[in-house]
């Protein structure tokens, strides 16, 4: 299958750092993309990575290492509006290079 | 501004109703989308257009039509087949999925239709 994992809740404070891990299957990888979405809301673009590294864009950081699987998303100093979901969504070759999306992290900021 | 709009944003069915959900855009994309949210879950692909008149099945077609006759154009219809149809209805849009490399693929959504089966 293509499954996509990451945790369903997360919770922070105010300031603080949190990071969400996203694992997915590596065959037919053919990029990662990251969104944010408010409750009741459209998704909308964080960061792309297709390369292994760090992405760095303000506050919000994308890290992916293709042999692993493994990607992460870090958010610095958490501010009160960053409490959303935040969806991992893979592209594979193999599915004809459609995005398939996780269930989603749900990040509450506390104060 | 270009975007992608979608109506209504609330929609409340009697069961045993077709209902139809509209999506425009005015980004000149070629590709577009239907998606399905529900609680806890991710985003399921229900229908999807690369070029105009022509759409394909995504991963949960079932009950669901469309038609691509315009570029700007993609309506979702729910069908009374569809055993669970409430749920928040996303459409997107995408430059050219196949292009396989940098953000091309990069999807942007409406702001989503909720529909509630009464």
């Known amino acids: 299958g293509q499954n996509i994992d990451q945790p369903t809740e997360m919770t922070a404070t105010e300031g603080a750092i949190v990071q969400i891990n996203c694992t997915y299957q590596?065959?037919?990888?053919?990029?990662l993309f990251w969104y944010q979405q408010h409750a009741g809301e459209a998704p909308t673009f964080l960061s792309y990575n297709v390369l292994d590294g760090l992405e760095e864009k303000g506050r919000f950081s994308s890290f992916l290492s293709r042999s692993k699987g493994y990607s992460y998303l870090l958010l610095k100093e958490l501010q009160m509006k960053d409490s959303a979901s935040y969806l991992c969504a893979v592209r594979w070759r193999s599915n004809d290079y459609k995005l398939s999306f996780g269930a989603g992290t749900t990040v509450t900021v506390r104060a | 501004d270009g975007g992608i709009t979608q109506s209504p944003k609330y929609l409340f069915r009697k069961e045993g109703q077709n209902v139809t959900l509209s999506c425009e855009q005015n980004l000149n994309h070629d590709a577009m989308y239907w998606y399905r949210q529900d609680p806890g879950q991710g985003l399921r692909l229900i229908y999807y257009?690369?070029?105009?008149?022509?759409?394909q099945k995504g991963d949960i077609a079932e009950g669901y039509s469309v038609s691509r006759e315009k570029k700007e154009s993609f309506p979702l219809t729910v069908t009374s087949a569809q055993k669970n149809p409430t749920a928040f209805y996303l459409c997107?849009?995408?430059?050219?999925?196949?292009?396989?490399?940098?953000?091309?693929?990069?999807?942007?959504f409406g702001e989503g239709s909720r529909l509630t089966v009464l």
């Open positions: 997107a849009s995408s430059i050219d999925r196949r292009q396989g490399r940098g953000r091309t693929g990069e999807l942007f």
């Open positions: 257009s690369q070029i105009v008149n022509d759409f």
């Open positions: 590596t065959s037919g990888f053919n990029g």
